[in-house]
């Protein structure tokens, strides 16, 4: 199976909210919307927001929550990490924990957007963020 995602839906509760919060915190404008659903063009994939309940329906599953996994938005240095968090929480989004430098380098916080799926904004010096958003991970040896 060839190794790539097409796309992220997560779940939202208020459609206008999360349009907003996705226009306002990221600076995101979707390719496509409707009322009901909005995609929009990432690098390589597309990012969906669609109503919790028309997404349950689609699975056939009720949700259960957020779970333990967090997307993540890399910017292309320590400030722009507190910026972006700044943004992010003016424009409704909920500080999960504030910048600062890991073990293993690099700079990073937490956000939950409005409703608490929860993003990791970082820098990370070794990793090359180009113009159109990829990110070039470092060789192993």
Known sequence: ???QIALITLGVADMVRAKAFYREG?????AFEMDDVAFFRMNGFV??????????GDM???A?????????HNVESAQAVDDAIARLVAAGASLLR???SPPHGGYRGY???PDGHAWEIAWNPAWTV???GYVTLPTSS
């Open 1 to 3: 199976m060839q190794q």
């Open 26 to 30: 990221f600076g995101w404008e979707p």
């Open 47 to 56: 990012f969906g927001i669609w109503g919790r309940g028309d997404l349950d």
């Open 60 to 62: 056939q599953r009720k």
């Open 64 to 72: 259960s929550g957020s779970g333990s996994f967090a997307l993540a």
């Open 98 to 100: 504030k910048a600062d």
């Open 111 to 113: 956000v939950a957007d």
């Open 130 to 132: 180009d113009n159109r």
